[in-house]
């Protein structure tokens, strides 16, 4: 069975850009989460989507957005790009809202 | 707040040898804990969880975590380290069944031949 699977690897944008992101999960299952590594520290929660409906929002601003599609795939959109959101964007997959999280390899996002 | 600690940001331990590393966390309730590891270049990989029952906590490649409520802490361990887990460990909290899961910061662990 295919893990977790993002688009694209690597990604170089400049300031004030827009940036897609994308994810397909685990088949089978309905929950995605978003997450930002910045170099050196753990994983930050953004979104999670279950059944298509947001179930939790971290601490980022309104200049990110995501959204969950009836296959389950996940978009991360994130506006008016700053040198901050340089970082390593993780997808995780799970069955449920709270349950064992599979990880995709991640999108490396560099913003100059 | 709520909080996951690892408080040791390094270690490094010779191959064979044990290995212990901490994760505290301040929430007031029994939270699901989680314990992953991330190789370079790779994602995120569970390596065990706890959610009820037996604190004591088998995972994979070897790894077990103890669950202590008095201590608020899930440090995981490993009697006999090979070069190969050589890597980042992180401990992760979900407070509540229906919460978002909250990462540590991260060990990284080094292997001495």
């Known amino acids: 069975d295919a893990g977790v699977t993002q688009s694209p690897t690597h990604l170089i944008k400049t300031r004030g850009q827009h940036v897609t992101l994308r994810c397909s999960p685990i088949s089978g299952h309905k929950s995605v989460s978003w997450y930002q590594q910045v170099l050196g520290q753990g994983p930050q929660f953004i979104f999670q989507y279950y059944e298509k409906e947001e179930r939790g929002r971290g601490n980022f601003p309104d200049r990110f957005s995501a959204r969950q599609f009836p296959n389950y795939s996940s978009e991360l959109n994130v506006n008016a790009l700053l040198l901050g959101d340089s970082a390593l964007y993780l997808c995780?997959?799970?069955?449920?809202?709270?349950?064992?999280?599979?990880f995709g390899p991640g999108t490396r996002l560099t913003v100059l | 707040a709520q909080s996951v600690t690892q408080p040791d940001i390094h270690i490094t331990v010779s191959e064979g040898a044990s290995l212990e590393l901490r994760c505290n966390y301040s929430y007031g309730a029994t939270p699901y804990l989680f314990w992953y590891v991330q190789s370079p270049g790779q994602g995120l990989q569970l390596l065990l969880k706890y959610f009820s029952g037996d604190t004591l906590v088998q995972g994979i490649k070897g790894f077990e975590a103890e669950f202590k409520r008095s201590q608020s802490s899930f440090n995981l361990r490993k009697p006999s380290v090979h070069w190969s887990d050589a890597a980042e460990y992180f401990c992760?909290?979900?407070?509540?069944?229906?919460?978002?899961?909250?990462f540590g910061k991260g060990t990284r662990l080094h292997i001495l031949p």
């Open positions: 992760a909290v979900a407070p509540n069944r229906d919460d978002k899961i909250i």
């Open positions: 995780a997959s799970s069955m449920a809202v709270v349950d064992t999280q599979y």
